[in-house]
DNA sequence: ACTTCGATGTCGTTT
DNA sequence: AAACGACGTCGAAGT
């Protein structure tokens, strides 16, 4: 990885249009080609960056950099102020825990605790506009379709009404009863899974992880 | 900006938990109290980072970043490379051009390229859940919706869906037809678009701006 | 402050 | 390779 600190102007055309007037800034360029241009602030999107695979042509305080979509990225060095390069490794990656995959394994594992009596026919049940997370049948024998969400907003229940739409017009499963399932779901979520006449269920990761006893659910 | 390399490892927890196994990568702290660990490839998002506003703890070899909402980034360093501190001061920012409000103002001076006989009535046509982003009136005179897009995807769809529903509920326009424009429309998109009985139109920004001769257009 | 929506989104997974 | 959805999305604009 090469770190540059410099005055420099940059230029990107592309997928759209975009320029940077002369400024300090930084320019970070990794060993598989990327470069990205950051400022002193603003989280951690550059200004400017260009993803591999590309080449970088260093031509004295010029630097252009192409990639085979035809994009460019050109930088005009005025002054550096520092410059350092180290060798870095293969990183081993980062390891995470707690996405909404998990959480669909989870409750695809155990329907009951989303309502009593649910069954799960198939997980990622497909249709034309996408999978079902959960296709389930309750306790009445009933189609009930689950979608999942980590936050339960206002999009999730929208794609549940979709996929409704979707269940009652291809298939022979006749009417599909929905169900929204998150850790948290927002208010304006309950408002319009109610409205469409879906149930809504807050569930809690660590219950169903395992974390804590059963028994505490019986209360 | 403070720039160090090291070997370290990193936990974070927040949203959800994630851990980093001790390896050499890039920490940068920005002016703004903003840190992020960057290995040497993947483009130019962080494996791991904390933004403003928060505060940074240095004891030692242990750097603590907890923000206000009780996330917290943990970084253990176990040998430092490089160190580089600078003072890159504002930046004057970032110049655009291409983007989804430049398309749609295209579209507004040339309505008869999304339709034959299409008049524009108003650009941001507002209504109770937003604005329309076109708003005309076709050769039989009829009221026609329009959603510009650069990417046409499910949600913009939905978008209008909203829009059509609030046009035909508040308003004296009577029955409104949606029409769908992007500069590329998605599979999914069109199915959804088609079973809402929205036409849906791709358009070459090239075209719109005139790069091209308009005589191309009558083969 | 909070919500909505675009983005050179980026990233992983599946087709 | 293309499409599709999730994301610790980020970031700006409007309320």
Redesign the interface.
């Known amino acids: 990885?090469r770190?540059v600190?410099a005055r420099c102007s940059v230029d990107y055309s592309g997928?759209?249009?975009?320029?940077?007037?002369e400024?300090?800034?930084?320019i970070?360029v990794?060993?598989?080609g990327?470069v990205?241009i950051?400022?002193?602030?603003?989280?951690?999107?550059?200004?400017?960056?260009m993803?591999?695979p590309n080449t970088l042509n260093i031509d004295d305080s010029t630097w252009t950099v192409a990639n085979p979509k035809g994009e460019t990225l050109t930088i005009t060095l005025f002054e550096v102020?520092?410059d350092?390069d180290?060798?870095?490794?293969?990183?081993?990656?980062?390891?995470?825990?707690?996405?909404e995959a998990h959480l669909q394994e989870l409750l695809a594992a155990r329907p009951e605790s989303i309502e009593d009596g649910l069954r799960l026919v198939r997980r990622e049940y497909p249709t034309?506009?996408?999978p079902v997370d959960l296709l389930c049948r309750d306790a009445d024998d009933g189609v009930v379709a689950v979608e999942v969400k980590r936050r339960g907003e206002i999009?999730g229940v929208?794609q549940l009404s979709?996929y409704i739409?979707r269940l009652e017009?291809d298939s022979t499963l006749g009417d599909v009863r929905g169900v929204f399932v998150a850790q948290v779901v927002k208010p304006q979520a309950r408002v319009l899974a109610e409205s469409r006449g879906f149930r809504w269920v807050e569930v809690d990761y660590d219950d169903l992880r395992g974390l804590r006893p059963d028994e505490l659910r019986l209360f």
């Open positions: 990885m770190l600190i997928r759209l249009d975009a320029h940077l007037p400024a300090t800034r930084l970070m990794k060993a598989d990327c990205a950051h400022a002193d602030g603003g989280a951690y999107k550059p200004l400017n960056w993803n591999a102020l520092s350092v180290a060798e870095l490794g293969e990183d081993p990656g980062l390891q995470k825990d707690g996405v034309a506009i996408g999009d929208e979709r739409e017009l």
